[in-house]
T-cell receptor
Framework: NAGVTQTPKFQVLKTGQSMTLQCAQD?????MYWYRQDPGMGLRLIYY???????DKGEVPNGYNVSRLNKREFSLRLESAAPSQTSVYFC?????????????FGPGTRLLVL | AQSVTQLDSQVPVFEEAPVELRCNYS??????LFWYVQYPNQGLQLLLK??????LVKGINGFEAEFNKSQTSFHLRKPSVHISDTAEYFCAVSHTGGGNKLTFGTGTQLKVEL
């Protein structure tokens, strides 16, 4: 089992460019999440998907869009990147029921916007 | 809405000494509580969690935490740390029926020195 995988690992963008961060999980989890991590701020939820076909905004959704392509894959898109979006992005997934509260994280994507 | 406070941004400690990382939360409803660890340039890994039952929770790598409802705290402890415990530790909370969404603290950097 690979768990949660993310691509790319690193990316440098110029202001205004667009890109899509990919995330996939092989644990048959229903729920998937995108977080950003910034120094001194912990992790903040951008978007989440409670099940295939549904997505909802988290704490910091502005400037991002998401797609739950199927049960395995959840992508995050930056339509017009800004320097404020320089961050480390983590994807996570979880199952359902009481034990579903545990989230499993990918290794992260480090994004620099110039 | 819930929130998490980790008062200590950095905790230096000598190897084989005990350590306590503090976490306080606020929520108007029942909560689930988590501690995650992040090693350099990696994703987050679950250390332990409190869902219900015994207030003393034991996790991986010799860590434990105690849920104190009256003080709204969930402090993490280890009786004897090792160099390999050097990492950033995040406390997180979700509320029952809240759809698995986690709210993270800002993190505590544990630095174990010889």
């Amino acid at each position: 089992n690979a768990g949660v995988t993310q691509t790319p690992k690193f990316q440098v963008l110029k202001t205004g460019q667009s890109m899509t961060l990919q995330c996939a999980q092989d644990m048959n989890h229903n729920s998937m999440y995108w977080y950003r991590q910034d120094p001194g701020m912990g992790l903040r939820l951008i978007y989440y998907s409670a099940s295939e076909g549904t997505t909802d905004k988290g704490e910091v959704p502005n400037g991002y869009n998401v797609s739950r392509l199927n049960k395995r894959e959840f992508s995050l898109r930056l339509e017009s990147a800004a320097p404020s979006q320089t961050s480390v992005y983590f994807c996570a997934s979880s199952g359902t029921g009481v034990e579903g509260e545990t989230q499993y994280f990918g290794p992260g994507t480090r994004l620099l916007v110039l | 809405a819930q929130s998490v406070t980790q008062l200590d941004s950095q905790v230096p400690v000598f190897e084989e000494a005990p350590v306590e990382l503090r976490c306080n939360y606020s929520s108007s409803v029942s909560v689930y509580l988590f501690w995650y660890v992040q090693y350099p340039n990696q994703g987050l890994q679950l250390l332990l969690k409190y869902l219900s039952g015994s207030t003393l929770v034991k996790g991986i790598n010799g860590f434990e935490a105690e849920f104190n409802k009256s003080q709204t705290s969930f402090h993490l402890r280890k009786p004897s740390v090792h160099i390999s415990d050097t990492a950033e530790y995040f406390c997180a909370v979700s509320h029952t029926g809240g759809g698995n969404k986690l709210t993270f603290g800002t993190g505590t950097q544990l630095k174990v020195e010889l």
